[in-house]
Every structure is written in C-alpha cells, then in structure tokens.
C-alpha cells in the first residue's frame, strides 16, 4: 500500500471519527432537550390543572373528607353546589387523567391503556400498545397555615388531598425525529468521508510531490552510479529537507568509503606492479649468485666472501623496496585516525643521533632553535620523511672532496615547522631537480639506492598538506627544505 492512499484513508477514517463521535454528541443533547421539552410541557400542565382542582368546593366536589375543624375555618365555596371546576386547555398531545379518592373525575381522550398500579411517582417510561409514553404521576396536595394566636405567626402545613394527576405524552414524535436526524447524520458522515477520501487523495499527492522528486533524484543515482550527485534540501517541508540531508551525508560517507576502496584497489595494483618491476633484477641476481655458490663448492674463499656480500647488498635492498612499498601503500590509504599529536623536535633528534653514531666519519649537526614543535601528524610517516631525507643526504651528498658534512636544522614560524636538510656533496642538477621524487628515480648520477626515498618524502609533505622545495646548500651541495603546518 503506497503512502498516498494511506493519506487518503486516514483522511477517511479520520472524517468518519469525527463524524461519528460529533454526532453521537448531538444526538444524545439533542434527545435531552426534546425529553426535558415534554417534561417540562408535563410539568406545566400539571400545574394549570392543580391550580383549578385544589380548592376548597373542589374538595367538595370530589367528596374529600373533610379536614379537622380549626381555628381559621376553611372557606366556603362561592359557586353553586355541584358545580364542576373549570380546567385550563390541555397542552395538545398531552393526555390528562384525574383520580380522587372515589376513582377516576376526569380522563382526556386518547389516554393510554396503562394500569394505574404499574404507574409511579414521578416521571417515567412505559411502552403502551402501539406507542410508547412518557408519564408524570404526582400528588395533588394543598397548603394551608397555622396562626399563633399569641404572636400572629403563619406556620404553613402540606395537606395531601387524596388527589392523583396523571399527564402523559407519546414519544412517537420525538422518536422519529431523532431517527431522522440521525439517518441524516449517517448520509452526511458518508458523504464527508467520500469528499474527505477525494480530498485527502488531491492533497496527499501534492503534500508528497517532494518525496516524488526525492525518489526522482535518487533514481538518478542508481542509474548513473554517480555518487557525487546530491539530491536538493529544499524542495520540501522540513522533514522531507531533512530526510534530503541524511541521504546526502550518506552518500558522501558512501563515496568517500568507494574512493578509500578504489584507491586501496589501484594502490595494490601499483604495489604488485611495482614490487613485479624492482623485485625481479635483484631476485635474479641472487638466484644466480646461489646457483653460483651451490654448482661451485670449492669456489676460493675470497670470491665466496664476495658473492655472500653482494647477496646480503641484494638482500637489504629488497627489504628496503618492499618497505618502502609498504610505506606508499599504507600513506595512500591514511586516514584521519592515524593522525595524532607528535613531537618533531624528538623524533629530528632521534634520528640524527642515530645517524651520528652509526657514520662516525662524517660531521652531521642538528640545530634545533627554540619553539613548539608539537603537531598533528601521521608518528610513522614523518619518521620515514626525515630519515629518508637523513639517507639521501648520506648516500647522495658525498663530496668529491673533503670531509662529508650534513647540517639539519629545525625552526619554528607562525604556526609552522622547518626542517631543512643540507649537505656538501655536488648537488642536484636542475633536470634531476624534476624527476629524482618519482618513484624508482635516482637521477642520473645512477647511484645506489631504491629511488623510492624521494618518493616517501613528497608523499608526507603532501599527507601533512606541507611543502617541498629543493635549493642549493650554503655547504655546496643540495638543501631539501620541508614546511609543514602545525594543524
């Protein structure tokens, strides 16, 4: 069931409720009032005819006992003997019966077949032959006073007369009224109900035309698989924008997660491509170095001593390409939560101080000038940055003359980090300049190495948003200067 026809359902039920209860509401006040109209017209009657019967010739009239003889006699009756009290007009479609204590005085026409003794005080319900009625029972009483001869004060007395009236009314009427207002009820809630169906109908399509263009949107993107696309965030109500909203992050997260993947996928075809290119030369070399020593063991002990050393010159170095490899890869794939807060200043002087201890026949010196130099960074990848620098400096800044020197300085500068590597050796040509950061690249200087050194360090600098620039030293030789930026 689609969410439009479940709009104009609600808007059917819903209408048919409201119906159904407002209705129910007005039918009930509606009968209270047409019931407490007939009381109230029962009411009325019985006192215009109370009024005409309860005086004194009428209890003559009626052969009512006599009250005790008092003080204050009653008054005499005024009209000739035997003359019958003139009653006020009946309400029309009430009926009237009058009973003394010698049976029934008086009795309208079309009073209902009901049995006095059934009957009582008060008003009441009973379901006549062809009718039903509604019927007030009450007493006839009169009042009449005392007076205190010594203070003069009235003290009133209820005297029960022995007179009974009884005024009834068919409900048939009223009955029929309310089933007609209640079958119009039910024809007017069917025809809301249709008209609120149509309605709800019209306006759920036009409150889901943004939803409509929502699906529209995203059907583009199944289709053309283009995750960059986002669908509009203000075509619609709030809901519908936000909904708008979380498909678009999610669909930024979805992207990003297919470039994390696709740049994983093309960072292990290039490792595999790679690690295929510059495994091979060195494996064959040691393939054949073993086969040289297994096929001639009595071979003299100074060429063995030089086979077994170029297998372990061979051996280093596929460790170093597959590390540095390993470095590439994993640099491509950094994210966010690798990045944390490191000190360059300790890993700077870690490094060269290593490096001073194990080359004891070149001068390196570090000058670390007073700063901050904590930063958000990747701990592995800068390692790898300034040691790699730290080697090239060594393998490829020798001088053709004269002590190896390599000065390291280390600077802070508005909320930026300086390291500066520089050496004595012949420098870099500017041709060299342009190709010695690719990978597997050592210039043309051909010398030992990789070529994946370089290669590292720009790809840092560019992890950690710096920058690279390669100059030429004050020592003579090449200056390979990194920028980085604290955040």
């Given at each position: 069931?689609n969410?439009?026809l479940?709009?104009t359902?609600?808007?059917?039920?819903?209408?048919?409720?409201v119906?159904?209860?407002?209705?129910?509401?007005l039918?009930?006040l509606?009968?209270?009032?047409?019931?407490?109209d007939?009381?109230?017209?029962?009411?009325?009657?019985?006192?215009?005819?109370?009024?005409?019967i309860?005086?004194a010739?009428?209890?003559?009239?009626?052969a009512?006992?006599p009250?005790?003889?008092?003080?204050?006699?009653?008054?005499?009756?005024?009209?000739?003997?035997?003359?019958?009290?003139?009653?006020?007009?009946?309400?029309?479609?009430?009926?009237?019966?009058?009973?003394?204590?010698?049976?029934?005085?008086?009795?309208?026409?079309?009073?209902?077949?009901?049995?006095e003794?059934?009957?009582?005080?008060?008003f009441?319900?009973?379901?006549?032959?062809?009718?039903?009625?509604?019927?007030?029972?009450?007493?006839?009483?009169?009042?009449?006073?005392?007076?205190?001869?010594k203070?003069g004060k009235?003290?009133p007395?209820?005297?029960?007369?022995?007179?009974?009236?009884?005024?009834?009314?068919?409900?048939?009427?009223?009955?029929?009224t309310?089933?007609?207002?209640?079958?119009?009820?039910i024809?007017?809630?069917?025809?809301?109900?249709?008209?609120a169906?149509?309605?709800?109908w019209w306006?759920?399509?036009?409150?889901?035309?943004p939803?409509?263009i929502?699906?529209?949107?995203?059907a583009?993107?199944r289709?053309?698989s283009?995750?960059?696309?986002?669908?509009?965030?203000?075509?619609?109500?709030?809901?519908i924008?936000?909904?708008a909203?979380?498909?678009?992050?999610?669909?930024?997260?979805?992207e990003?997660?297919?470039?994390?993947?696709?740049?994983?996928?093309?960072?292990?075809q290039?490792?595999?491509g790679?690690?295929?290119h510059?495994?091979?030369?060195?494996?064959?070399?040691?393939?054949?170095?073993?086969?040289?020593l297994?096929?001639?063991?009595?071979?003299?002990?100074k060429?063995?001593?030089?086979?077994?050393?170029?297998?372990?010159?061979?051996?280093?170095?596929?460790?170093?390409?597959?590390?540095?490899?390993?470095?590439?890869a994993?640099g491509?794939?950094?994210?966010?939560?690798?990045?944390?807060?490191?000190?360059i200043?300790?890993?700077t002087?870690?490094?060269?101080?290593?490096?001073?201890k194990t080359?004891?026949?070149?001068?390196?010196?570090?000058?670390?000038?007073?700063?901050?130099?904590i930063?958000?960074?990747?701990?592995?990848?800068?390692?790898?940055?300034?040691?790699?620098?730290?080697?090239?400096?060594?393998?490829?800044g020798?001088?053709?003359?004269?002590?190896?020197?390599?000065?390291?300085n280390?600077?802070?500068?508005?909320e930026?980090?300086i390291?500066?590597?520089?050496?004595?050796?012949a420098g870099?040509?500017f041709?060299?300049?342009?190709?010695?950061?690719?990978?597997?690249?050592?210039?043309?200087?051909?010398?030992?190495g990789?070529?994946l050194?370089?290669a590292?360090?720009?790809?840092?600098?560019?992890?950690?948003?710096?920058?690279?620039?390669?100059?030429?030293?004050?020592l003579?030789?090449?200056?390979f200067?990194?920028t980085?930026?604290?955040?």
């Amino acid at each position: 069931m689609n969410l439009r026809l479940r709009v104009t359902l609600a808007a059917i039920f819903s209408t048919a409720l409201v119906i159904i209860i407002a209705g129910i509401a007005l039918i009930t006040l509606i009968s209270n009032d047409a019931y407490d109209d007939l009381d109230n017209r029962l009411q009325k009657q019985t006192s215009l005819v109370e009024k005409t019967i309860a005086v004194a010739n009428t209890r003559k009239f009626f052969a009512v006992p006599p009250a005790p003889r008092r003080l204050n006699p009653l008054q005499t009756n005024q009209l000739a003997p035997g003359t019958v009290p003139t009653i006020p007009t009946i309400d029309v479609g009430i009926a009237l019966r009058v009973v003394s204590p010698n049976g029934i005085f008086l009795q309208t026409e079309g009073f209902p077949d009901i049995s006095e003794k059934d009957m009582q005080f008060g008003f009441s319900n009973y379901k006549g032959k062809e009718n039903n009625w509604r019927v007030l029972r009450q007493k006839v009483e009169e009042t009449t006073y005392d007076i205190n001869l010594k203070t003069g004060k009235k003290t009133p007395r209820i005297i029960d007369t022995g007179i009974v009236m009884i005024v009834g009314s068919s409900t048939e009427n009223l009955e029929n009224t309310i089933a007609n207002i209640t079958n119009r009820f039910i024809f007017a809630g069917i025809i809301c109900s249709v008209l609120a169906g149509l309605i709800g109908w019209w306006l759920g399509g036009k409150a889901l035309s943004p939803l409509y263009i929502l699906r529209n949107q995203t059907a583009k993107i199944r289709e053309t698989s283009d995750l960059s696309f986002r669908v509009n965030t203000d075509s619609g109500p709030y809901e519908i924008n936000e909904l708008a909203n979380q498909m678009n992050q999610l669909l930024a997260t979805i992207e990003q997660e297919t470039a994390i993947r696709e740049r994983a996928l093309l960072s292990a075809q290039d490792f595999a491509g790679n690690a295929a290119h510059e495994l091979r030369t060195p494996l064959t070399s040691m393939i054949t170095n073993l086969d040289v020593l297994t096929n001639n063991p009595h071979l003299e002990e100074k060429e063995r001593t030089e086979i077994i050393s170029e297998l372990s010159d061979q051996q280093k170095r596929l460790v170093n390409v597959l590390d540095g490899l390993r470095i590439l890869a994993k640099g491509e794939l950094a994210i966010e939560e690798i990045f944390e807060s490191i000190d360059i200043a300790e890993i700077t002087d870690a490094i060269v101080s290593n490096a001073i201890k194990t080359s004891v026949d070149k001068n390196i010196k570090l000058n670390i000038h007073a700063g901050e130099y904590i930063m958000n960074g990747w701990d592995e990848g800068i390692k790898v940055m300034i040691g790699n620098l730290m080697n090239n400096a060594l393998i490829h800044g020798i001088p053709i003359k004269g002590q190896h020197h390599i000065t390291v300085n280390l600077t802070e500068k508005e909320e930026q980090i300086i390291i500066s590597v520089a050496d004595n050796g012949a420098g870099i040509s500017f041709q060299d300049k342009q190709t010695i950061l690719q990978r597997f690249e050592t210039g043309s200087a051909k010398t030992a190495g990789s070529g994946l050194g370089l290669a590292l360090v720009e790809q840092q600098v560019n992890l950690h948003n710096g920058k690279l620039e390669i100059k030429d030293s004050s020592l003579g030789g090449a200056n390979f200067i990194v920028t980085l930026s604290k955040n």
